[in-house]
Each structure stands twice: as C-alpha cells, then as structure tokens.
C-alpha cells in the first residue's frame, strides 16, 4: 500500500465547544502509522521512515485486530517516571540506529502506542466516513494490550484542557465528530491547544547581524551530550543584547559547542556556562523549540539544564 500522509491538528488557542466536537489528550510523542497486513504489522513515523524493526513492541498489534487488514494511526509514547509522555524519552528511543542496543532501549525507554484512528479495514478505506463512525470501529476491530491502547474521548473540552495543566501534558486536541480523514492541515476540522511550557536552557552561541548579536543559539544536556534545540532572540531587549557582546568576548571558543551542530554561518560559539529561562509551546519533529521566548537569565548551573519541562503560569 502506498505510505498515506497523516492529518494534523491546527494550533489554535480557543477550546472549541458544543455536541459537534470530542476532546482528546495530546500526547507528547511520535506520530506512528501502522500498516497490518495477514498477521504482520509496518510501521512508520510521520515523515516515512520505516521503524517496525525498532519497536517490537508493537509487534503484537495484528494479534489485537479482529480483521486481517488495517491501517491504524497513533502516538508512539514514553512515559516518564512520573508517568507523563515525555517527547525527549521517545526521541532518546527513536535515536536508535544499531539494533544490537535495542533490549538496552526497551528497557530504558519503553513504548505505548495510542491509538486514535483506524484509517483502512480489511480493504476498505475509512478515510471519508465520519469520525465517529471510525473511532466506532477502530474500539470494536482493536483489542488492547499493556503497550496498545485507544485515547479516550472527552465531551468538556476546557475541563480536559485544565486537567491537563494540572498534570503538565502537552494540551488536547479537539475533533469534530463527523470530519472525515484529510491529511495535512488545510482543514477545520482538528485544532490542538497547547499548554505553554518553559525549560533552563544553556546559551551556546550568538547569530550576529550586521556586527551586532540578534538571537541565542540553545542547548541542553541529554546523557552526555549537549544538544542544540534552537535559535531565540523574543523576549531580549536592546540592553540584554549589549550584554550578550560584552559576554562573548571572555567566554568565546572556536568550536560549536552542540554535539548535533557543528557549522552556522555568522555564529560566535560560547563556552556553555550561560543558562536561561525559555518559554515555547511545543516541540518540532526536528526537536528544536517551536515559538521559544527568552523569560530571563538563570544563576542556575548549566548541569541543572536537563530537558525538563515547566508549565508557565
């Protein structure tokens, strides 16, 4: 079957209400299709790549589907020791490229598919029946397991969206019941609401323009590496920005920093002392931050700059 491309909410920050729309949870993981075919089961992230051999755990799901064909759409999940979907333990599993260290990876990073879509059925393409009549399906055709499950349903989106707060998850997702399957996001159909985080951040580099420095190069620690995860410059003043240049000059290097970034045109890189609090809603799929603002410089040490997430207030 020809690799299908996923429907994806529009970010939105009005909670949609009335009988016409159900809420889910967002989960904080990786898009994963799976293609079930006569007792076997493919499976791919959102941009295509083939993953079935890197997640046995799913391996289970044709035992679990009361048909011999399916395609279903989900969330491949890491819960942390908090048992919250934590996206930097999914993109720590998904990093594994030498199959010899996968039982090291199950263990240490576990994964849960959830399910919210059944997209084809023993042949038949779902795409254009409503929602509802495919979620209908997709709990009557799917058993669960302890690592396949299907989301929930919830009716009061505003109610979910705070348990959410509460609970420090990425936010909801509202779906209006009758929307067929649309991919990408030309659609009104889904709109996810994001719950605004923040994370300590190493400052790694400055990117100058026209000889003045305009954005931070961030980082973070993730095992032994210092990860990059993105430029920032909103949320600086003027002033904060004539501070930054007097900084470079005593904790310049000539090598990046950031084991995942080695080159950038116009960069001075800084040794990674620098700390600071940075707001953003959500991640991308490249694991940079998506809309990061700078909320102030930190005396916390860079070691304490780990990856974990704050709820904004």
């Known amino acids: 079957m020809k690799l299908l491309e996923v429907m994806e909410p529009v970010l939105s920050s009005e909670i949609r209400t009335g009988d016409a729309w159900i809420h889910q949870i967002k989960w904080d993981g990786i898009r994963g299709l799976s293609y079930i075919e006569d007792g076997s089961v493919q499976i791919y992230t959102k941009s295509g790549r083939e993953r079935t051999s890197f997640y046995p755990e799913i391996q289970i799901a044709p035992k679990l589907l009361n048909g011999h064909q399916a395609v279903l759409d989900g969330e491949l999940v890491v819960f942390n020791t908090g048992n919250r979907p934590s996206f930097h333990l999914i993109m720590n599993r ?24 059944l997209l084809f059925f023993n042949g038949t393409d779902l795409r254009n029946r409503p929602l509802e009549e495919r979620q209908d399906l997709l709990r009557t055709k799917v058993s669960s397991s302890s690592n396949i499950t299907v989301t929930d349903d919830f009716t009061d989106g505003s109610a979910l969206f705070k348990l959410m707060k509460e609970r420090n998850y ?40 026209e000889q ?12 032994d590496q210092y990860l990059y995860i993105g430029n920032a410059s909103l949320g600086l003043a003027q002033k904060d920005f004539q501070l930054l240049k007097a900084y470079a000059s005593d904790y310049t290097q000539e090598s990046s920093p950031f084991d995942n970034l080695k080159k950038m045109k116009d960069t001075t890189w800084l040794k990674p002392v620098l700390t600071c609090w940075v707001s953003f809603l959500e991640w991308t799929d490249s694991r940079s931050l998506r809309h990061p603002k700078i909320i102030g410089f930190s005396k916390d040490p860079a070691s304490e700059a780990q990856g974990k997430e704050f709820i904004t207030e």
């Open 170 to 209: 990425e936010g909801i997702v509202s779906k209006r019941k009758n929307s067929r399957y649309q991919a990408g996001k030309k659609h009104n159909d889904w709109f996810k609401t994001k719950i605004s985080k923040k994370i300590l951040a190493i400052v790694g580099g400055l990117s100058w323009k």
């Open 212 to 223: 003045f420095p305009n954005s931070l190069l961030l980082g973070i620690f993730q095992g």
């Open 94 to 117: 998904e990093r594994l490229r030498n199959s010899s260290n996968l039982p090291v990876y199950q263990q240490k990073y576990p994964v849960c598919y959830i399910l919210f879509d």
